[in-house]
């Protein structure tokens, strides 16, 4: 089984009792333009390896990082999201940071529920997005990528979207409906905004899902629907480093790589992962 940095762990930092668990999910059911995100999880796994561990300013991979082995993305979607949200809820109860890596971005879903479950508190979701995943179901399909967080704002999971630039009138009245909370790519981009402050009433408990799409096609053209205008990798990050300030960072996936044989991507991804480690520890 690969293993997430597994170049620059020691023997300790290697450990079950790790700060972070790394979960691969390699699942690819319901997407609908690009494909290959089933192959996402491994690429970003194979990159990390020429991760160096200081990152930010701090070695995350020092708190510990455990891979498990790969959800199993077969059979009815409902069980394929349970067996994630058991993952990532025995991850919390043990005092963990699960870290889901994706595959196509219904898998949040599952993986915040079990976060939500363990904790029997309010979560919140920061995430990073070229799209806002608020469709009621797309293609008939209420688990699809297009639908997760509609499905999420269902359940209560306070929302708060970066980088938007592609979206219906469904998902424009559902962010009424929902109180979501968004600053979409275009402010963002053409002000050179990196820091945005949260509501007040947001959540203190937050997951952060990081769709790569949310990064412009210029530095990130190996996903299934990129789209043009998105954010810059830093200004990204940075969003989501301040918005988690006075808060917890409970759990997090990134999502939507589609490796395309350009091993860049794949590293960028990787990193992107490791520099949110970071900000979950800060």
């Known amino acids: 089984m690969t293993i997430f940095l597994d170049s620059e762990l020691t023997g300790a930092e290697r450990s079950e009792t790790a700060r972070f668990r790394v979960i691969p999910m390699p699942l690819e059911r319901t997407v609908s333009y690009g494909s290959g995100t089933a192959l996402g999880p491994a690429a970003i796994i194979e990159a990390s390896n020429e991760l160096e561990r200081l990152c930010n300013g701090i070695e995350p991979c020092a708190s510990g990082v455990f891979t498990e082995a790969p959800v199993d993305c077969t059979g009815p979607m409902p069980e394929v999201m349970e067996r994630l949200a058991?993952?990532?809820?025995?991850?919390?109860i043990a005092g963990q940071i699960p870290v889901t890596l994706g595959g196509e971005h219904s898998l949040s879903y599952g993986a915040v529920t079990g976060v939500a479950r363990a904790l029997g508190k309010p979560v919140g979701i920061v995430q990073i997005d070229a799209h806002a995943d608020l469709r009621v179901a797309?293609?008939?399909?209420?688990h699809s990528h297009a639908s997760v967080m509609h499905l999420l704002s269902e359940a209560g999971v306070r929302l708060a979207q970066f980088g938007v630039r592609a979206l219906c009138q469904q998902e424009v009245d559902s962010r009424v409906a929902n109180n979501v909370f968004y600053v979409d790519a275009e402010e963002l981009v053409t002000g050179n905004v990196l820091a945005v402050d949260l509501p007040d009433d947001f959540p203190e408990l937050v997951y952060v899902s990081f769709d790569v799409d949310g990064l412009d096609?210029?530095?990130?053209p190996a996903t299934g629907t990129p789209v043009p205008g998105g954010l810059g990798y830093y200004q990204a990050l940075r969003l989501v480093e301040h918005a988690l300030k006075g808060r917890r960072c409970v759990g997090l996936d990134v999502v939507e790589l589609a490796p395309d044989g350009n091993a860049a991507w794949d590293f960028t991804a990787?990193?992107?992962?490791?520099?949110l480690m970071?900000?979950?520890l800060a």
């Open 270 to 275: 990787a990193q992107i992962t490791y520099r």
């Open 138 to 142: 797309y293609q008939g399909n209420k």
């Open 278 to 280: 970071a900000a979950a």
């Open 86 to 92: 058991a993952r990532t809820e025995a991850a919390v």
């Open 217 to 220: 096609p210029s530095q990130m």
